[in-house]
């Protein structure tokens, strides 16, 4: 089934560490994203790559890196600088290219992650 | 990117059509209207979206006020599988930022 693969479900991270959510996607979208949500809120956007080896600070992205090596690929690291990284983590990525219509903004998401502090 | 405004709750008993209202008076002419929804502890997901006419799928249809001000979701027989956070978003066709700047939503009760 084509669709969008984040693991772990569920991560613990000690103080000091840095932990790294995986995001896998057989889409073959180019565009990736990263969002934060904490309870009650709406999703904020950490990073986003819109094609391979390139990606862009969102509006929270303090604390946190990514790296896009390769198209299906866009993992996020959650260091030690993050300090209150409490949250579920959403990844999700969208069509590119010349598309109109609307259809670039459709955003497809994984289950997410989420990550407690031990 | 034109700021919406939504209920923050809403109820509907199941079986009834839900019509879920989005208020996006300042928008503009190449901005889109995109629905989203986000079930329980899960990722959100794509509902539909429309410029200027009304739209229709298998999940809900969408209708655009003419001055296209504001919009309407409409489920048309609801069941508890779609109690969830409706999401309205106004965004233009790509852009270079690619953000959609989600807000709080409307929470959907659907009830037996």
């Known amino acids: 089934d084509g669709g969008i693969t984040q693991s772990p479900k569920y991560l613990f991270r000690k103080e000091g560490q840095n932990v790294t959510l995986s995001c896998e996607q057989n889409?073959?979208?180019?565009?990736m994203y990263w969002y934060r949500q904490d309870p009650g809120q709406g999703l904020r956007l950490i990073y986003y790559?819109?094609?391979?080896?390139?990606?862009q600070k969102g509006d929270i992205a303090e604390g946190y890196s990514v790296s896009r090596e390769k198209k299906e690929s866009f993992p996020l690291t959650v260091t030690s600088a993050q300090k209150n990284p409490t949250a579920f983590y959403l990844c999700?990525?969208?069509?590119?290219?010349?598309?109109?219509?609307?259809?670039?903004?459709?955003?497809?998401f994984g289950a997410g992650t989420r990550l407690s502090v031990l | 990117d034109a700021k919406t405004t939504q209920p923050t709750s809403m109820d509907c008993a199941e079986g009834r059509a839900a019509n879920l209202p989005c208020n996006h008076s300042?928008?503009?002419?190449?901005?889109?209207v995109y629905w989203y929804r986000q079930i329980h502890s899960q990722g959100p997901q794509y509902i539909i979206h429309?410029?200027?006419?009304?739209e229709t799928n298998e999940m809900a249809s969408l209708i655009i006020t003419e001055d296209r001000k504001s919009s309407t979701l409409i489920l048309p027989h609801a069941t508890l599988r779609d109690t969830a956070v409706y999401y309205c978003?106004?965004?233009?066709?790509?852009?270079?930022?690619?953000?959609?700047?989600w807000g709080l939503g409307t929470s959907l009760a659907v009830n037996p």
């Open positions: 999700a990525s969208s069509i590119s290219g010349t598309f109109s219509r609307g259809i670039k903004n459709i955003q497809y």
């Open positions: 889409l073959n979208h180019d565009a």
């Open positions: 790559s819109q094609i391979v080896n390139d990606f």
């Open positions: 300042t928008i503009s002419g190449n901005e889109y």
């Open positions: 429309g410029l200027k006419n009304n």
């Open positions: 978003i106004v965004r233009v066709e790509g852009g270079n930022n690619r953000k959609l700047i």
